[in-house]
Protein backbone atom coordinates (compact mmCIF):
# COMPACT_ATOMS: atom_id res chain seq x y z
CA UNK A 1 0.00 0.00 0.00
CA UNK A 2 1.12 3.68 -0.77
CA UNK A 3 3.23 5.04 2.33
CA UNK A 4 1.25 8.16 1.45
CA UNK A 5 -1.96 6.48 1.65
CA UNK A 6 -0.64 5.16 5.33
CA UNK A 7 0.46 8.60 6.51
CA UNK A 8 -3.10 10.34 5.78
CA UNK A 9 -4.84 7.13 7.50
CA UNK A 10 -2.74 7.08 10.73
CA UNK A 11 -3.24 11.39 11.27
CA UNK A 12 -6.78 10.60 11.03
CA UNK A 13 -6.43 7.40 13.50
CA UNK A 14 -4.78 10.20 15.78
CA UNK A 15 -6.70 12.94 15.89
CA UNK A 16 -9.80 10.87 16.02
CA UNK A 17 -8.49 8.73 19.37
CA UNK A 18 -10.21 10.25 22.18
CA UNK A 19 -13.87 10.14 20.37
CA UNK A 20 -13.50 7.14 18.43
CA UNK A 21 -12.71 5.31 21.92
CA UNK A 22 -15.53 6.65 23.54
CA UNK A 23 -17.66 6.01 20.57
CA UNK A 24 -16.61 2.14 20.80
CA UNK A 25 -16.76 1.52 24.21
CA UNK A 26 -20.51 2.92 24.16
CA UNK A 27 -21.44 0.36 20.86
CA UNK A 28 -19.76 -2.56 23.03
CA UNK A 29 -22.01 -1.88 26.24
CA UNK A 30 -25.07 -1.95 24.31
CA UNK A 31 -24.08 -5.14 22.43
CA UNK A 32 -26.01 -8.79 23.66
CA UNK A 33 -24.81 -11.94 23.47
CA UNK A 34 -29.41 -12.59 23.45
CA UNK A 35 -31.72 -11.38 21.07
CA UNK A 36 -32.26 -7.84 21.75
CA UNK A 37 -36.02 -8.49 22.45
CA UNK A 38 -35.56 -10.95 25.77
CA UNK A 39 -34.93 -7.48 27.85
CA UNK A 40 -38.18 -6.78 27.39
CA UNK A 41 -40.86 -7.46 29.56
CA UNK A 42 -43.95 -9.29 28.33
CA UNK A 43 -46.14 -6.10 27.65
CA UNK A 44 -43.10 -4.45 26.16
CA UNK A 45 -42.89 -8.01 23.65
CA UNK A 46 -47.12 -8.19 23.19
CA UNK A 47 -46.77 -5.06 21.33
CA UNK A 48 -44.08 -5.33 19.67
CA UNK A 49 -45.62 -8.57 18.04
CA UNK A 50 -49.24 -7.90 18.21
CA UNK A 51 -48.94 -6.78 14.13
CA UNK A 52 -47.24 -10.41 13.26
CA UNK A 53 -49.12 -13.36 11.74
CA UNK A 54 -49.01 -16.50 14.04
CA UNK A 55 -46.10 -17.56 12.93
CA UNK A 56 -43.59 -14.92 13.16
CA UNK A 57 -45.42 -13.94 16.63
CA UNK A 58 -44.34 -17.39 17.75
CA UNK A 59 -40.72 -16.98 17.10
CA UNK A 60 -40.63 -13.37 17.92
CA UNK A 61 -42.22 -14.73 21.36
CA UNK A 62 -40.28 -17.37 21.38
CA UNK A 63 -37.30 -15.48 22.22
CA UNK A 64 -35.11 -17.69 19.82
CA UNK A 65 -33.31 -16.38 16.59
CA UNK A 66 -32.65 -13.28 15.03
CA UNK A 67 -35.22 -10.10 14.45
CA UNK A 68 -34.77 -7.96 11.53
CA UNK A 69 -35.43 -4.13 11.06
CA UNK A 70 -36.05 -2.86 8.01
CA UNK A 71 -35.94 0.96 7.98
CA UNK A 72 -37.40 2.23 4.69
CA UNK A 73 -37.37 5.25 2.77
CA UNK A 74 -40.21 3.97 0.34
CA UNK A 75 -42.14 6.24 -1.31
CA UNK A 76 -43.56 5.72 -5.06
CA UNK A 77 -43.08 9.34 -6.22
CA UNK A 78 -39.52 9.63 -6.60
CA UNK A 79 -38.32 6.82 -9.10
CA UNK A 80 -35.68 5.81 -7.31
CA UNK A 81 -37.49 4.84 -4.34
CA UNK A 82 -40.38 3.57 -6.41
CA UNK A 83 -38.53 -0.06 -6.41
CA UNK A 84 -38.73 -0.49 -2.44
CA UNK A 85 -41.97 -0.65 -2.33
CA UNK A 86 -41.96 -4.41 -2.74
CA UNK A 87 -38.46 -5.42 -0.51
CA UNK A 88 -39.73 -5.77 2.75
CA UNK A 89 -42.11 -8.68 1.81
CA UNK A 90 -39.41 -10.17 -0.06
CA UNK A 91 -37.02 -10.38 2.32
CA UNK A 92 -39.90 -11.00 5.50
CA UNK A 93 -39.77 -14.27 3.06
CA UNK A 94 -35.88 -15.09 2.49
CA UNK A 95 -35.78 -14.23 6.28
CA UNK A 96 -38.35 -16.57 8.01
CA UNK A 97 -37.59 -19.25 5.08
CA UNK A 98 -33.92 -18.74 7.21
CA UNK A 99 -35.58 -19.53 10.58
CA UNK A 100 -36.02 -15.86 11.79
CA UNK A 101 -37.90 -12.90 11.45
CA UNK A 102 -37.86 -9.11 9.91
CA UNK A 103 -40.23 -6.36 10.92
CA UNK A 104 -40.48 -3.40 9.24
CA UNK A 105 -39.13 -0.91 12.14
CA UNK A 106 -39.97 2.71 10.58
CA UNK A 107 -39.87 5.01 7.39
CA UNK A 108 -37.92 7.94 6.83
CA UNK A 109 -38.24 10.80 4.61
CA UNK A 110 -37.14 11.00 1.22
CA UNK A 111 -36.84 13.95 -0.94
CA UNK A 112 -35.39 14.58 -4.40
CA UNK A 113 -33.33 17.68 -5.06
CA UNK A 114 -34.17 16.77 -8.45
CA UNK A 115 -37.64 17.91 -8.10
CA UNK A 116 -36.93 20.69 -5.60
CA UNK A 117 -33.92 22.42 -7.83
CA UNK A 118 -34.88 26.26 -8.09
CA UNK A 119 -37.65 25.89 -5.81
CA UNK A 120 -38.18 26.69 -1.59
CA UNK A 121 -38.45 23.07 -0.67
CA UNK A 122 -34.90 22.95 -1.43
CA UNK A 123 -33.88 25.04 1.72
CA UNK A 124 -34.70 21.59 3.55
CA UNK A 125 -32.58 19.37 1.43
CA UNK A 126 -29.24 19.19 3.62
CA UNK A 127 -31.22 19.37 7.09
CA UNK A 128 -33.45 16.36 5.54
CA UNK A 129 -30.45 14.32 6.03
CA UNK A 130 -30.31 15.11 10.20
CA UNK A 131 -34.17 14.66 9.76
CA UNK A 132 -33.64 11.31 8.38
CA UNK A 133 -30.94 10.03 10.80
CA UNK A 134 -33.11 11.05 13.65
CA UNK A 135 -35.75 8.89 12.04
CA UNK A 136 -33.59 6.21 11.71
CA UNK A 137 -32.73 6.35 15.61
CA UNK A 138 -36.71 6.44 16.33
CA UNK A 139 -37.29 3.56 13.96
CA UNK A 140 -34.89 1.24 15.94
CA UNK A 141 -35.52 2.46 19.49
CA UNK A 142 -37.51 -0.60 20.25
CA UNK A 143 -34.29 -2.05 21.00
CA UNK A 144 -36.12 -5.04 19.39
CA UNK A 145 -33.51 -5.97 16.57
CA UNK A 146 -30.55 -7.72 16.09
CA UNK A 147 -29.47 -6.21 12.69
CA UNK A 148 -30.86 -4.21 10.49
CA UNK A 149 -31.25 -3.64 6.40
CA UNK A 150 -31.75 -0.18 5.22
CA UNK A 151 -33.05 0.97 2.24
CA UNK A 152 -32.50 4.26 0.57
CA UNK A 153 -30.65 5.26 -2.40
CA UNK A 154 -30.78 8.98 -3.02
CA UNK A 155 -28.82 12.43 -2.13
CA UNK A 156 -29.68 12.99 1.61
CA UNK A 157 -31.22 9.26 2.33
CA UNK A 158 -28.25 7.28 2.26
CA UNK A 159 -25.98 9.86 4.53
CA UNK A 160 -28.89 10.30 7.13
CA UNK A 161 -29.55 6.33 7.56
CA UNK A 162 -25.67 6.07 7.80
CA UNK A 163 -25.61 8.43 10.88
CA UNK A 164 -29.17 7.03 12.15
CA UNK A 165 -27.24 3.32 12.25
CA UNK A 166 -23.88 4.14 14.02
CA UNK A 167 -26.30 5.64 16.38
CA UNK A 168 -27.23 1.91 16.90
CA UNK A 169 -23.61 1.06 15.93
CA UNK A 170 -23.69 -2.31 18.00
CA UNK A 171 -26.02 -4.02 15.86
CA UNK A 172 -24.97 -5.14 11.98
CA UNK A 173 -26.14 -2.68 9.69
CA UNK A 174 -26.84 -4.42 5.69
CA UNK A 175 -27.44 -1.30 2.72
CA UNK A 176 -29.68 -2.73 0.29
CA UNK A 177 -30.08 0.17 -3.07
CA UNK A 178 -32.50 -0.57 -5.98
CA UNK A 179 -29.80 -0.11 -9.09
CA UNK A 180 -30.36 2.61 -11.59
CA UNK A 181 -32.96 3.20 -14.28
CA UNK A 182 -32.07 1.90 -17.76
CA UNK A 183 -30.51 4.88 -20.12
CA UNK A 184 -32.42 7.26 -21.77
CA UNK A 185 -31.86 10.28 -23.48
CA UNK A 186 -27.74 10.97 -23.79
CA UNK A 187 -26.35 13.57 -21.37
CA UNK A 188 -25.01 15.51 -23.99
CA UNK A 189 -28.12 16.26 -25.65
CA UNK A 190 -30.07 16.84 -22.33
CA UNK A 191 -27.56 19.58 -21.40
CA UNK A 192 -27.41 20.89 -24.77
CA UNK A 193 -30.88 21.51 -24.79
CA UNK A 194 -30.82 23.57 -21.30
CA UNK A 195 -28.11 25.90 -22.67
CA UNK A 196 -30.59 26.55 -25.31
CA UNK A 197 -33.59 26.60 -22.77
CA UNK A 198 -31.28 29.01 -20.89
CA UNK A 199 -30.78 31.53 -23.81
CA UNK A 200 -34.74 31.52 -24.79
CA UNK A 201 -33.64 29.65 -28.07
CA UNK A 202 -36.01 27.13 -27.13
CA UNK A 203 -39.64 27.07 -25.01
CA UNK A 204 -40.75 24.80 -22.03
CA UNK A 205 -42.56 22.28 -24.33
CA UNK A 206 -39.15 21.16 -26.03
CA UNK A 207 -37.22 21.20 -22.43
CA UNK A 208 -39.70 19.05 -21.03
CA UNK A 209 -39.71 16.44 -23.57
CA UNK A 210 -35.99 16.32 -22.98
CA UNK A 211 -36.45 16.01 -19.82
CA UNK A 212 -38.65 13.45 -19.44
CA UNK A 213 -37.07 11.26 -21.92
CA UNK A 214 -34.19 11.37 -19.50
CA UNK A 215 -35.73 10.81 -16.16
CA UNK A 216 -38.37 7.91 -18.13
CA UNK A 217 -38.68 5.12 -15.51
CA UNK A 218 -38.29 3.60 -11.85
CA UNK A 219 -34.55 3.72 -10.53
CA UNK A 220 -32.54 6.53 -9.86
CA UNK A 221 -31.35 8.87 -11.93
CA UNK A 222 -28.43 7.73 -14.57
CA UNK A 223 -25.99 10.55 -14.14
CA UNK A 224 -23.19 10.19 -11.82
CA UNK A 225 -24.39 12.99 -8.78
CA UNK A 226 -25.33 12.63 -5.13
CA UNK A 227 -27.54 9.31 -5.19
CA UNK A 228 -24.80 7.37 -7.60
CA UNK A 229 -22.08 8.56 -5.39
CA UNK A 230 -23.91 7.22 -2.12
CA UNK A 231 -24.30 3.86 -3.72
CA UNK A 232 -20.42 3.74 -4.90
CA UNK A 233 -19.92 4.61 -1.17
CA UNK A 234 -21.68 1.93 0.79
CA UNK A 235 -19.89 -0.65 -1.90
CA UNK A 236 -16.30 0.73 -1.82
CA UNK A 237 -16.83 0.99 2.39
CA UNK A 238 -18.37 -2.75 2.71
CA UNK A 239 -22.30 -1.81 2.94
CA UNK A 240 -23.19 -3.29 -0.02
CA UNK A 241 -22.97 -6.80 -1.26
CA UNK A 242 -20.06 -7.32 -3.55
CA UNK A 243 -21.02 -5.59 -7.12
CA UNK A 244 -25.01 -4.54 -5.36
CA UNK A 245 -24.98 -0.70 -6.37
CA UNK A 246 -25.70 -0.05 -10.32
CA UNK A 247 -28.10 -3.52 -11.27
CA UNK A 248 -30.89 -2.21 -12.43
CA UNK A 249 -34.57 -2.95 -9.79
CA UNK A 250 -37.16 -5.36 -11.45
CA UNK A 251 -34.69 -7.45 -12.32
CA UNK A 252 -33.81 -11.19 -11.72
CA UNK A 253 -30.56 -9.97 -10.29
CA UNK A 254 -31.65 -7.22 -8.39
CA UNK A 255 -33.88 -9.61 -6.81
CA UNK A 256 -31.72 -11.94 -6.00
CA UNK A 257 -29.32 -9.63 -4.22
CA UNK A 258 -32.16 -8.03 -2.16
CA UNK A 259 -32.61 -11.41 -0.78
CA UNK A 260 -28.84 -12.62 -0.20
CA UNK A 261 -28.30 -9.07 1.44
CA UNK A 262 -31.47 -10.16 4.20
CA UNK A 263 -29.79 -13.69 4.95
CA UNK A 264 -26.34 -12.03 5.03
CA UNK A 265 -27.73 -9.68 8.06
CA UNK A 266 -29.05 -12.98 10.07
CA UNK A 267 -25.02 -14.55 9.25
CA UNK A 268 -23.82 -11.47 11.25
CA UNK A 269 -25.94 -10.64 14.35
CA UNK A 270 -24.19 -11.25 17.57
CA UNK A 271 -26.03 -14.61 17.94
CA UNK A 272 -24.17 -16.44 15.83
CA UNK A 273 -19.94 -16.67 15.38
CA UNK A 274 -19.44 -14.19 12.76
CA UNK A 275 -20.55 -10.81 14.65
CA UNK A 276 -19.76 -7.61 12.40
CA UNK A 277 -21.31 -3.96 13.89
CA UNK A 278 -21.48 -1.28 11.89
CA UNK A 279 -19.88 0.96 14.76
CA UNK A 280 -16.73 -1.34 13.68
CA UNK A 281 -17.29 -1.59 10.44
CA UNK A 282 -17.25 2.03 9.69
CA UNK A 283 -13.54 2.87 10.76
CA UNK A 284 -11.11 5.12 9.90
CA UNK A 285 -9.88 3.08 6.98
CA UNK A 286 -13.29 2.27 5.48
CA UNK A 287 -13.88 6.04 5.51
CA UNK A 288 -10.15 6.64 3.79
CA UNK A 289 -11.14 3.90 1.36
CA UNK A 290 -14.70 6.04 0.67
CA UNK A 291 -13.16 9.31 0.00
CA UNK A 292 -10.72 7.47 -2.28
CA UNK A 293 -13.72 5.91 -4.69
CA UNK A 294 -15.02 9.14 -4.25
CA UNK A 295 -11.78 10.74 -5.90
CA UNK A 296 -10.89 7.98 -8.20
CA UNK A 297 -14.75 7.76 -10.29
CA UNK A 298 -15.59 12.06 -10.12
CA UNK A 299 -18.19 11.27 -7.10
CA UNK A 300 -19.99 14.21 -5.75
CA UNK A 301 -18.88 17.67 -4.15
CA UNK A 302 -21.69 16.69 -1.44
CA UNK A 303 -19.67 14.01 -0.02
CA UNK A 304 -17.28 17.05 1.61
CA UNK A 305 -20.11 17.25 3.29
CA UNK A 306 -21.68 13.85 4.08
CA UNK A 307 -18.76 11.66 4.75
CA UNK A 308 -17.40 14.42 7.55
CA UNK A 309 -20.90 14.32 9.06
CA UNK A 310 -21.14 10.05 8.59
CA UNK A 311 -17.41 9.77 10.32
CA UNK A 312 -18.24 12.17 13.05
CA UNK A 313 -21.12 9.87 14.05
CA UNK A 314 -18.57 7.12 13.88
CA UNK A 315 -16.32 9.53 16.15
CA UNK A 316 -14.07 10.45 13.47
CA UNK A 317 -13.06 13.56 12.34
CA UNK A 318 -12.29 13.90 8.90
CA UNK A 319 -11.56 17.25 7.30
CA UNK A 320 -11.04 18.60 3.79
CA UNK A 321 -7.43 18.51 4.22
CA UNK A 322 -7.74 14.63 4.28
CA UNK A 323 -10.25 15.07 0.68
CA UNK A 324 -6.97 17.45 -0.95
CA UNK A 325 -3.91 15.18 0.30
CA UNK A 326 -5.67 12.04 -1.34
CA UNK A 327 -6.79 13.71 -4.19
CA UNK A 328 -3.21 14.26 -5.22
CA UNK A 329 -2.36 10.44 -4.76
CA UNK A 330 -5.61 9.02 -6.55
CA UNK A 331 -5.66 8.99 -9.86
CA UNK A 332 -8.82 9.73 -11.83
CA UNK A 333 -10.38 6.40 -13.51
CA UNK A 334 -13.87 7.25 -14.67
CA UNK A 335 -15.20 9.48 -16.95
CA UNK A 336 -19.58 9.44 -15.88
CA UNK A 337 -21.40 12.33 -16.48
CA UNK A 338 -21.25 15.29 -15.54
CA UNK A 339 -17.52 14.13 -15.77
CA UNK A 340 -18.10 12.59 -19.50
CA UNK A 341 -20.90 11.64 -21.53
CA UNK A 342 -21.49 8.07 -20.47
CA UNK A 343 -24.23 7.50 -17.74
CA UNK A 344 -23.77 4.74 -14.46
CA UNK A 345 -25.30 2.12 -16.58
CA UNK A 346 -22.29 2.23 -19.12
CA UNK A 347 -19.84 2.64 -16.60
CA UNK A 348 -21.32 -0.27 -14.63
CA UNK A 349 -21.13 -2.77 -18.12
CA UNK A 350 -17.51 -1.13 -18.89
CA UNK A 351 -16.14 -2.99 -15.67
CA UNK A 352 -17.77 -0.99 -13.30
CA UNK A 353 -17.38 -0.91 -9.11
CA UNK A 354 -15.44 -4.46 -9.41
CA UNK A 355 -12.70 -3.23 -12.00
CA UNK A 356 -12.14 -0.12 -9.67
CA UNK A 357 -12.00 -1.70 -6.54
CA UNK A 358 -9.10 -4.31 -8.49
CA UNK A 359 -7.59 -1.78 -9.73
CA UNK A 360 -7.13 -0.02 -6.63
CA UNK A 361 -6.04 -2.58 -4.40
CA UNK A 362 -3.44 -3.70 -7.20
CA UNK A 363 -1.90 0.12 -6.93
CA UNK A 364 -1.65 0.04 -3.30
CA UNK A 365 -4.47 2.79 -3.32
CA UNK A 366 -6.66 1.54 -0.73
CA UNK A 367 -7.38 -0.71 2.60
CA UNK A 368 -7.35 -3.86 1.40
CA UNK A 369 -7.90 -5.14 5.13
CA UNK A 370 -11.19 -4.22 6.23
CA UNK A 371 -14.39 -5.80 7.85
CA UNK A 372 -17.07 -5.57 5.13
CA UNK A 373 -20.65 -6.94 5.54
CA UNK A 374 -19.15 -9.68 3.30
CA UNK A 375 -16.31 -12.16 3.94
CA UNK A 376 -12.99 -11.64 2.23
CA UNK A 377 -12.17 -8.20 2.70
CA UNK A 378 -11.91 -5.54 -0.11
CA UNK A 379 -10.87 -8.13 -2.10
CA UNK A 380 -14.18 -9.82 -2.11
CA UNK A 381 -15.42 -6.92 -3.81
CA UNK A 382 -13.24 -7.04 -6.56
CA UNK A 383 -16.25 -9.01 -8.55
CA UNK A 384 -19.45 -9.01 -10.02
CA UNK A 385 -22.85 -10.86 -9.25
CA UNK A 386 -24.42 -12.98 -11.85
CA UNK A 387 -27.06 -15.83 -11.62
CA UNK A 388 -25.55 -18.86 -11.91
CA UNK A 389 -28.75 -21.20 -13.33
CA UNK A 390 -30.78 -19.33 -11.18
CA UNK A 391 -28.64 -18.99 -8.43
CA UNK A 392 -26.72 -16.08 -7.10
CA UNK A 393 -22.77 -16.10 -7.67
CA UNK A 394 -19.92 -13.94 -7.80
CA UNK A 395 -16.99 -13.97 -10.53
CA UNK A 396 -13.97 -11.96 -11.00
CA UNK A 397 -14.62 -8.67 -12.52
CA UNK A 398 -13.38 -7.92 -15.98
CA UNK A 399 -9.06 -7.34 -15.39
CA UNK A 400 -9.69 -4.71 -18.62
CA UNK A 401 -12.10 -2.04 -18.74
CA UNK A 402 -14.62 -2.77 -21.96
CA UNK A 403 -14.39 0.66 -23.05
CA UNK A 404 -12.01 3.04 -21.73
CA UNK A 405 -13.47 6.21 -23.08
CA UNK A 406 -15.46 5.33 -20.08
CA UNK A 407 -13.24 3.16 -17.40
CA UNK A 408 -9.33 3.12 -17.16
CA UNK A 409 -6.97 1.52 -15.46
CA UNK A 410 -4.26 3.58 -13.01
CA UNK A 411 -1.80 3.31 -15.47
CA UNK A 412 -4.43 5.07 -18.05
CA UNK A 413 -5.62 7.20 -16.04
CA UNK A 414 -7.78 10.04 -17.21
CA UNK A 415 -6.16 12.23 -14.52
CA UNK A 416 -3.18 11.93 -11.97
CA UNK A 417 -5.61 12.97 -9.22
CA UNK A 418 -8.86 12.93 -8.47
CA UNK A 419 -10.06 16.40 -9.25
CA UNK A 420 -11.36 17.53 -5.46
CA UNK A 421 -9.43 19.99 -4.21
CA UNK A 422 -9.18 22.57 -1.17
CA UNK A 423 -9.38 26.36 -1.77
CA UNK A 424 -8.09 28.28 1.02
CA UNK A 425 -7.66 32.08 1.25
CA UNK A 426 -8.71 35.33 2.86
CA UNK A 427 -12.55 34.72 1.76
CA UNK A 428 -12.07 31.36 3.73
CA UNK A 429 -11.99 27.38 3.25
CA UNK A 430 -13.91 25.94 -0.19
CA UNK A 431 -13.51 22.55 -2.09
CA UNK A 432 -13.99 22.58 -5.82
CA UNK A 433 -14.31 20.12 -8.26
CA UNK A 434 -12.03 20.22 -11.22
CA UNK A 435 -12.46 16.78 -12.97
CA UNK A 436 -14.64 18.21 -15.81
CA UNK A 437 -13.16 21.33 -15.77
CA UNK A 438 -10.53 22.19 -18.53
CA UNK A 439 -7.21 23.16 -17.33
CA UNK A 440 -7.17 26.75 -19.44
CA UNK A 441 -10.34 27.58 -16.97
CA UNK A 442 -8.83 26.17 -13.79
CA UNK A 443 -7.73 29.91 -12.83
CA UNK A 444 -9.88 32.64 -13.00
CA UNK A 445 -9.31 36.24 -11.68
CA UNK A 446 -11.79 38.59 -12.53
CA UNK A 447 -14.25 41.42 -11.31
CA UNK A 448 -16.72 39.97 -8.59
CA UNK A 449 -20.74 40.38 -9.38
CA UNK A 450 -22.14 39.69 -5.69
CA UNK A 451 -26.03 38.39 -5.38
CA UNK A 452 -27.75 37.27 -2.58
CA UNK A 453 -29.73 34.86 -4.33
CA UNK A 454 -30.08 32.34 -7.57
CA UNK A 455 -33.12 34.71 -8.93
CA UNK A 456 -30.55 37.87 -8.50
CA UNK A 457 -27.99 36.17 -10.40
CA UNK A 458 -30.15 34.76 -13.08
CA UNK A 459 -31.94 37.80 -14.07
CA UNK A 460 -28.47 39.91 -14.20
CA UNK A 461 -27.78 37.22 -16.59
CA UNK A 462 -31.29 37.92 -18.75
CA UNK A 463 -30.19 41.29 -18.65
CA UNK A 464 -27.06 40.81 -20.03
CA UNK A 465 -24.70 42.76 -17.15
CA UNK A 466 -22.77 39.24 -17.05
CA UNK A 467 -21.47 38.78 -20.51
CA UNK A 468 -18.09 39.52 -19.59
CA UNK A 469 -14.92 37.98 -17.32
CA UNK A 470 -16.71 37.97 -14.01
CA UNK A 471 -16.47 35.80 -10.78
CA UNK A 472 -20.32 35.35 -9.58
CA UNK A 473 -20.30 35.42 -5.87
CA UNK A 474 -23.46 34.12 -4.80
CA UNK A 475 -23.98 34.24 -1.03
CA UNK A 476 -26.42 33.66 2.28
CA UNK A 477 -26.99 30.51 0.58
CA UNK A 478 -25.25 28.20 3.32
CA UNK A 479 -26.97 25.94 6.08
CA UNK A 480 -27.46 28.56 8.87
CA UNK A 481 -29.25 31.30 6.33
CA UNK A 482 -31.38 28.84 4.29
CA UNK A 483 -30.70 25.71 4.48
CA UNK A 484 -27.47 25.75 1.58
CA UNK A 485 -29.62 24.81 -0.92
CA UNK A 486 -28.21 23.60 -4.57
CA UNK A 487 -27.70 26.17 -7.02
CA UNK A 488 -27.97 24.03 -10.08
CA UNK A 489 -30.02 26.98 -12.01
CA UNK A 490 -26.55 28.92 -12.66
CA UNK A 491 -25.19 25.95 -14.21
CA UNK A 492 -27.11 26.35 -17.61
CA UNK A 493 -26.39 29.84 -17.67
CA UNK A 494 -22.52 29.96 -16.61
CA UNK A 495 -21.81 27.34 -19.27
CA UNK A 496 -23.20 29.64 -21.78
CA UNK A 497 -20.73 32.57 -21.15
CA UNK A 498 -18.03 30.03 -20.59
CA UNK A 499 -19.20 28.96 -24.39
CA UNK A 500 -18.82 32.67 -25.34
CA UNK A 501 -15.21 32.89 -24.17
CA UNK A 502 -15.83 35.14 -21.16
CA UNK A 503 -13.79 34.05 -18.02
CA UNK A 504 -16.70 32.94 -15.65
CA UNK A 505 -16.22 31.22 -11.83
CA UNK A 506 -18.54 30.63 -9.30
CA UNK A 507 -18.12 30.99 -5.34
CA UNK A 508 -20.53 30.52 -3.01
CA UNK A 509 -21.65 29.15 -0.11
CA UNK A 510 -24.16 26.65 -1.25
CA UNK A 511 -23.74 23.61 -2.80
CA UNK A 512 -23.43 22.36 -6.17
CA UNK A 513 -23.27 18.77 -5.80
CA UNK A 514 -22.43 15.89 -8.24
CA UNK A 515 -24.00 17.80 -11.13
CA UNK A 516 -21.18 20.85 -10.86
CA UNK A 517 -19.63 20.47 -14.21
CA UNK A 518 -17.27 22.57 -16.43
CA UNK A 519 -17.54 25.86 -15.01
CA UNK A 520 -14.91 25.90 -12.20
CA UNK A 521 -16.92 26.71 -8.65
CA UNK A 522 -15.52 26.87 -5.49
CA UNK A 523 -18.62 25.49 -3.32
CA UNK A 524 -19.18 25.30 0.35
CA UNK A 525 -17.45 28.46 1.44
CA UNK A 526 -16.75 28.67 5.46
CA UNK A 527 -17.77 30.50 7.74
CA UNK A 528 -20.74 31.15 5.33
CA UNK A 529 -22.13 34.24 5.21
CA UNK A 530 -24.34 34.07 7.76
CA UNK A 531 -21.35 33.18 10.39
CA UNK A 532 -19.94 36.58 9.54
CA UNK A 533 -17.53 34.96 7.11
CA UNK A 534 -15.32 36.90 4.82
CA UNK A 535 -17.91 36.32 2.20
CA UNK A 536 -20.16 38.65 3.60
CA UNK A 537 -17.36 41.55 2.95
CA UNK A 538 -17.20 41.03 -0.93
CA UNK A 539 -18.19 44.46 -3.21
CA UNK A 540 -19.06 44.25 -6.83
CA UNK A 541 -16.07 44.66 -8.66
CA UNK A 542 -13.82 43.69 -6.47
CA UNK A 543 -10.74 41.51 -7.82
CA UNK A 544 -11.49 37.47 -6.87
CA UNK A 545 -8.78 35.05 -8.05
CA UNK A 546 -9.85 31.56 -7.85
CA UNK A 547 -6.89 29.35 -8.62
CA UNK A 548 -7.25 25.37 -8.50
CA UNK A 549 -3.87 24.78 -9.62
CA UNK A 550 -2.25 26.15 -6.41
CA UNK A 551 -5.48 25.57 -4.15
CA UNK A 552 -6.15 29.65 -3.62
CA UNK A 553 -9.01 31.49 -3.19
CA UNK A 554 -8.47 35.26 -2.85
CA UNK A 555 -10.01 37.92 -2.81
CA UNK A 556 -7.36 40.77 -3.80
CA UNK A 557 -8.17 43.62 -1.16
CA UNK A 558 -6.05 44.51 1.56
CA UNK A 559 -6.24 43.64 4.80
CA UNK A 560 -6.62 47.30 6.60
CA UNK A 561 -9.20 47.67 3.68
CA UNK A 562 -11.08 44.40 4.71
CA UNK A 563 -11.17 44.96 8.14
CA UNK A 564 -12.40 48.19 8.00
CA UNK A 565 -16.02 46.44 5.87
CA UNK A 566 -18.73 45.79 7.50
CA UNK A 567 -20.34 42.59 7.28
CA UNK A 568 -23.25 42.43 4.89
CA UNK A 569 -26.65 41.36 5.91
CA UNK A 570 -28.77 39.02 4.73
CA UNK A 571 -31.95 41.20 3.72
CA UNK A 572 -33.79 38.11 2.50
CA UNK A 573 -33.60 36.39 5.32
CA UNK A 574 -37.30 36.43 6.99
CA UNK A 575 -38.65 34.97 3.34
CA UNK A 576 -36.42 31.99 3.71
CA UNK A 577 -37.55 31.26 7.44
CA UNK A 578 -41.28 30.47 6.68
CA UNK A 579 -43.30 28.48 4.13
CA UNK A 580 -43.07 25.02 2.68
CA UNK A 581 -42.16 23.59 6.13
CA UNK A 582 -39.14 26.12 6.72
CA UNK A 583 -40.53 27.62 10.13
CA UNK A 584 -40.32 23.97 11.35
CA UNK A 585 -36.39 24.03 10.56
CA UNK A 586 -35.45 27.23 12.80
CA UNK A 587 -33.88 25.06 15.31
CA UNK A 588 -31.66 23.43 12.41
CA UNK A 589 -30.82 26.97 11.00
CA UNK A 590 -29.73 27.85 14.42
CA UNK A 591 -27.75 24.89 15.58
CA UNK A 592 -25.97 24.02 12.27
CA UNK A 593 -22.32 23.54 12.20
CA UNK A 594 -19.44 24.77 9.90
CA UNK A 595 -19.72 22.95 6.53
CA UNK A 596 -16.34 21.42 6.52
CA UNK A 597 -17.32 19.98 9.86
CA UNK A 598 -20.39 18.88 7.96
CA UNK A 599 -23.25 20.96 8.36
CA UNK A 600 -25.15 19.24 10.89
CA UNK A 601 -26.99 20.91 13.63
CA UNK A 602 -27.77 16.82 15.72
CA UNK A 603 -24.09 15.55 15.60
CA UNK A 604 -21.82 15.88 18.95
CA UNK A 605 -19.31 18.67 18.63
CA UNK A 606 -20.03 19.61 14.54
CA UNK A 607 -21.17 23.38 16.14
CA UNK A 608 -18.05 23.92 18.67
CA UNK A 609 -15.05 22.21 16.62
CA UNK A 610 -13.52 25.38 14.53
CA UNK A 611 -10.82 24.86 11.60
CA UNK A 612 -7.42 26.41 11.50
Known amino acids: MKRELEQITKRIIERSKPTREAYLERIEAAASDRPHRSSLSCGNLAHASAGCSAADKERINGDEGA ?16 PLGVYPDRIKKAVFEAGATAQVAGGVPAMCDGVTQGRPGMELSLFSRDVIAMSTAVSLSHDVFDAALYLGVCD ?75 QMLMEIMGLHLPGAAFVNPNTDLRDALTEEAARRALQITKLGNDYRPVGKILDEKAFVNGIIGLLATGGSTNHTLHLPAMARAAGIELRWEDFDELSKLVPLLCRVYPNGQADVNHFHAAGGMGFVISDLLKNGLLHPDLQTIHTGGMAAYGTEPYLDNGKLSWRDAP ?24 LAGNLGRSVIKVSAVKPENRVIEAPAAVFTSQEEMMQAFKDGKLHRDVVCVVRFQGAKANGMPELHKLTPPLGVLQDLGYKVALVTDGRMSGASGKVPAAIHVTPEAMMNGPIAKVKDGDIVRLDAETGELILNVTEAELAKRDFATFDNKAEHQTGFGRELFGVFREHVGLAEMGASAVLPGAVEVEVA
Do not use: W
Open 67 to 82: NLGIVTSYNDMLSAHQ
Open 156 to 230: KIVPGLVMGALAYGHIPAVFVPAGPMPSGLPNNEKARIRQLYAQGKVGRKELLEAETASYHSPGTCTFYGTANSN
Open 399 to 422: ATSHDEEILRPAEKAFSADGGLRM
